[in-house]
């Protein structure tokens, strides 16, 4: 346990806690995936990717990896945004090089979600993940516990699986307004306790996903991605006042303004199309920022990668932040250029 006197310092803990302005701590979002051969590897013994997650063993081995070859700052739970939906009692599959599927609420499926013991009993496993993985790491690394953000779920639970456009999702929720916002509040209450879980295993901060976010019109975004998620936030801080929160709204431009300012998150991810001027001047005041190379260019590599690390090293100097990429990391990315983008990171701006 980290006791309060007792405390091995934390980079990234510290940066959140905007106690650290020097070296930015460095995690990436993704880490543990198939870029690494030793993920591959791992992933080949489960059944399936659900399977996988479920299996505390593997998910607790998968979440160390990246942890062992590179010395980041912190883990990330091996786990995926789309248990809950399952947990709910939403069937999920990830049929080979296709990405998710559930049976879609757009096409009719209307069956009885479970209540929320029965939800919180299937995701166990994941809570002894996070148990088996703090007992595992080195006490100067940090834990980060996850889920999505309601809104973003829920586009999965609409529509039955993945897409850049929503269109399809948003008139589906304006056409039924009741179920969809008894879907949010559902979510919600799941979300909220699934994280909380998190923390009592050990997890030591929190970020929402919420990869959807973009695109909406702005009353939209307020009530499907702001007050969730502010919702959920206000219900850990009661429980666990000192775990920090970030909030990644991913490409919704001006107004991450009004959703740091609105959900209190401590730590804000910033996708790759962020102006990082903007973000220092305008969002920084309200949340430390994390974020936010482009990666595609963590894949490319060369001149351009290292220009493209110096600028946010440079932008950022003096201030606390988490070094990160905009969106997760590609799985064509060599494992090579994730070394070069830490060393350079942790060489300190040139
Ligand atoms: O970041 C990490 O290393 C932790 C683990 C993690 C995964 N998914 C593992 C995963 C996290 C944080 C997620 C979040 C997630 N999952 C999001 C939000 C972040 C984002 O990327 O936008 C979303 C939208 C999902 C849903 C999801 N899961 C999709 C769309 C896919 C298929 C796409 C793909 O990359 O195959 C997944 C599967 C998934 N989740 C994989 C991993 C490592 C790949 C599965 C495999 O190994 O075959």
């Known amino acids: 346990m980290r006791g309060k006197l007792t405390a091995v310092p934390s980079l990234f803990l510290d940066t959140l806690r905007k106690e650290h302005t020097d070296i930015p701590p460095i995690w990436l979002m993704r880490q543990a995936g198939r870029y690494l051969p030793e993920y591959r590897a791992l992933r080949a013994q489960a059944k399936d990717f659900v399977d996988f ?22 883990a990330i739970l091996f786990a995926d945004i789309l248990l809950i939906p399952y947990a709910m009692g939403q069937d999920l599959t990830f049929p080979e090089g296709e990405g998710p599927r559930l049976p879609a609420l757009m096409d009719g499926f209307d069956g009885v979600f479970n209540d929320m013991a029965s939800t919180i009993d299937v995701l166990e496993p994941v809570f002894e993940t996070v148990a088996r993985v703090k007992q595992d790491l080195p006490e100067s690394k940090a834990l980060i516990g996850f889920a999505g ?55 030591d901060a929190i970020q929402l996903f919420d990869t959807w976010a973009g695109g909406l019109p702005e009353k939209a975004f307020e009530r ?27 490409s919704v431009g001006s107004l991450a303004l009004n959703y740091v300012e609105s959900t209190s998150v401590d730590g804000l991810g910033l996708d790759f199309g962020v102006p990082l001027e903007w973000a220092r001047d305008v969002l920084a005041p309200h949340a430390v920022l994390q ?48 070394e070069l983008l830490i060393d350079r990171v942790r060489g300190g701006p040139r």
């Open 53 to 74: 997650c479920f299996s505390p063993r593997l998910a607790a081995e998968a979440t160390l990896q990246p942890i062992r070859r590179y010395d980041f700052d912190a």
């Open 224 to 250: 499907w991605c702001i007050q969730p998620v502010r919702q959920i936030a206000d219900t850990l801080r009661k429980k666990h006042p000192s775990t920090p929160i970030i909030g990644f709204p991913k």
């Open 149 to 203: 953000a309601p809104w973003t779920v829920a586009t999965y639970m609409i529509r039955g699986r993945g897409g850049e456009n929503h269109a399809d999702v948003r008139e589906w929720a304006y056409r039924h307004p009741e179920r969809f916002e008894a879907l949010l509040d559902d979510l919600v209450a799941a979300t909220s306790a699934y994280l909380s879980r998190q923390i009592e295993a050990g997890a």
């Open 291 to 338: 974020g936010n190379l482009d990666p595609v260019v963590l894949a490319v590599g060369g001149d351009r990668l290292t220009a493209e690390i110096d600028h946010i090293l440079h932008t950022l100097e003096g201030m606390p932040y988490i070094f990160n990429l905009g969106h997760g990391i590609l799985p064509h990315t060599p494992p090579e250029h994730v």
